[in-house]
C-alpha cells in the first residue's frame, strides 16, 4: 500500500473521529458512525467505497491506538447515545411485514451474486461473520452495527489468527455439505 495514502487516510480518520466524539450531530440522522468515517474517506480522497473499506481496515489494523478510538466513538454513538428500533416498531404490521420482506430477498440476492461472483467460501465467510455479530449484539443487548464493528476491531488486533480460523471454518462447513 502507498506509504502516502495510507498517511493521508491515517490522519483523515484521527481528525474524523475527533470531530465525531466532540459532536456526535456530525452522523446524520440515525447514520452509521463507521460508515460515516468510511465515507469521509470516499468523499476527501476520492476513493471507491471497496477501496476506501479496504484502507480503513488496514489503517486501522496499523494504528491499535487509532483503532482503539474508532472503536469507542462507535460505541458512544450506537450504544450509548440512541435508542436503535424506535422508528420501526411503530410502523404498521403491514409496513414491518413489507420491510422485512425487502430485507430478505435482498440478502437471498446478495448472497447468491457473492456465491456466483466471488467463491462460496466467502459467502460462508459473510455468513459465519453475520451470525457471530448477531450473537454479539443479542448477547450484549446491543445493536447489530455496533456489534459488527466490535467484531472487526477484535477481528483487526488478531488479523492472521481470525482470518485463518474463518477461512477454515468456511471451508469445513461448505466440505461437510458437499459430502451429504
Given at each position: 500500500?502507498?506509504?502516502?495514502?495510507?498517511?493521508?487516510?491515517?490522519?483523515?480518520?484521527?481528525?474524523?473521529?475527533?470531530?465525531?466524539?466532540?459532536?456526535?450531530a456530525?452522523?446524520?440522522?440515525?447514520?452509521?458512525?463507521?460508515?460515516h468515517?468510511?465515507?469521509?474517506l470516499?468523499?476527501?480522497?476520492?476513493?471507491?467505497?471497496?477501496?476506501?473499506?479496504?484502507?480503513?481496515?488496514?489503517?486501522?489494523?496499523?494504528?491499535?491506538?487509532?483503532?482503539d478510538r474508532?472503536i469507542?466513538?462507535v460505541e458512544?454513538?450506537?450504544?450509548?447515545?440512541?435508542?436503535?428500533?424506535?422508528?420501526f416498531?411503530?410502523?404498521?404490521?403491514?409496513?414491518k411485514?413489507?420491510?422485512?420482506?425487502?430485507?430478505?430477498?435482498n440478502a437471498?440476492?446478495e448472497?447468491?451474486?457473492?456465491?456466483?461472483?466471488?467463491?462460496?467460501?466467502?459467502?460462508?465467510?459473510?455468513l459465519?461473520?453475520?451470525?457471530?455479530?448477531?450473537?454479539?449484539?443479542?448477547?450484549?443487548?446491543?445493536?447489530?452495527?455496533?456489534?459488527?464493528?466490535?467484531?472487526?476491531?477484535?477481528?483487526r488486533?488478531?488479523?492472521?489468527?481470525?482470518?485463518?480460523?474463518?477461512?477454515?471454518?468456511?471451508?469445513s462447513?461448505?466440505?461437510?455439505?458437499?459430502?451429504k
Amino acid at each position: 500500500m502507498d506509504p502516502e495514502r495510507q498517511s493521508a487516510a491515517e490522519q483523515l480518520i484521527s481528525q474524523e473521529v475527533d470531530a465525531v466524539a466532540a459532536s456526535p450531530a456530525r452522523v446524520k440522522g440515525n447514520g452509521c458512525a463507521a460508515c460515516h468515517v468510511l465515507f469521509t474517506l470516499v468523499d476527501r480522497m476520492g476513493l471507491s467505497e471497496t477501496d476506501a473499506a479496504d484502507l480503513l481496515a488496514q489503517v486501522l489494523t496499523d494504528r491499535p491506538a487509532l483503532n482503539d478510538r474508532f472503536i469507542e466513538m462507535v460505541e458512544n454513538i450506537h450504544m450509548k447515545q440512541r435508542m436503535a428500533g424506535v422508528a420501526f416498531s411503530i410502523k404498521t404490521r403491514e409496513a414491518k411485514d413489507r420491510y422485512i420482506d425487502s430485507q430478505f430477498k435482498n440478502a437471498l440476492d446478495e448472497l447468491l451474486a457473492d456465491a456466483a461472483n466471488f467463491g462460496a467460501e466467502l459467502a460462508m465467510r459473510k455468513l459465519v461473520m453475520a451470525h457471530i455479530s448477531l450473537q454479539i449484539a443479542q448477547n450484549l443487548g446491543i445493536d447489530y452495527h455496533a456489534a459488527t464493528e466490535e467484531l472487526y476491531y477484535y477481528m483487526r488486533k488478531r488479523d492472521e489468527e481470525t482470518h485463518d480460523q474463518l477461512m477454515q471454518l468456511a471451508r469445513s462447513i461448505i466440505e461437510r455439505g458437499a459430502k451429504k
